[in-house]
């Protein structure tokens, strides 16, 4: 994991820079596939697997707290970029961003970051704990990825995920065009989204402290609730009030890729390898990420809003939450 961080860090710093340089729709699509998979390599599947080593106890929190950085980093760095832009022009504010990507990034993953805590002569939080309340479940043999695939949980937690991170994406991606579709400034539009980010960098911290506090089945019964008030909030944002509800609950309810996955598959499917497992759920959360935007650009060529792709994402997410607590329904 170790090297596989430091080599993402080398190409995810060249392939970002390499943006500055596009001149072609090819290459701008090229390039963005190898800055998605880097990052992924980089941050989404080392994160929970680090995280999942130094954390017995308190998991929700620590990831919560590990991924709250893509919000800060949102709402701070696209401003800059936006002056930036503004000053020097997007090809050197590409080169900008990639430096410093390189000067922060580099030394975490080259120096500071540990895979496991007894490199460094440590033990996971709550190891102690948990190892004597569970001692034979730590010492039995992981049952091969293939025997999930034979599991109705599993099946129904793809399903819920897909359509959940479909319907965050309708949060992430669609918020600021939505808003102006109906008659707000693209500044107005533009300082919501940052306030939106600011929710989403706490919130990731606050959707981790629920999955610590409650069982998976009240958890993502909350995050399903929450996603649908933030995407309430775009349904009715044309009053202010409502927009409220938007900056809130649709930046708390978009944590939950990064943050229920890697819990989820400690929790539900502790049975099975860690990384195997965390892997094959992030591809599937990926897969609703990747579908989202089409989903949602194909019903606003159709109808020229997007308040209906986010009321067929409410409807969507209540489906998926009744499939899902049925199925789960033996789970404490």
Known sequence: IKRLMMSATIVLFASYFSYSLVSSLFMLYLITIIVSISITLLCILPLGIIIHNWFNEKSGLAIGVAFMGSGIGGMILNSLAGQWIALYGWRIAYQILAVIMLVVVLPCTFFVIRVHPKDVGLSSLGEVSVNSKINLNNNSEKLPLSDAFRSTEFWAFCLCSVILNI?????????????????????????????????????????????????????????????????????????????GLFIIFGGIGSAFNTIATPIIANKIFDRYEYSSIYGVLSAVGSFGSVIGPIFIGFTFDMTNSYIPSFILSIGLIIIANIIFQFVMRKRV
Do not use: C, E, Q
């Open 167 to 243: 319907s965050v994406n309708s949060l992430l991606y669609s918020g600021s065009p939505h808003l102006t579709n109906i008659g707000y400034s693209v500044t107005f539009s533009a300082n919501i989204v940052s306030f939106f980010m600011a929710s989403l960098a706490l919130g990731k911290i606050l959707l981790g402290k629920i999955y610590d506090s409650f069982n998976i089945k009240t958890s993502i019964a909350i995050s399903s609730m929450i996603i649908i008030l933030g995407l309430t909030g775009l349904i009715f944002g044309n009053y202010y009030l409502m927009l």
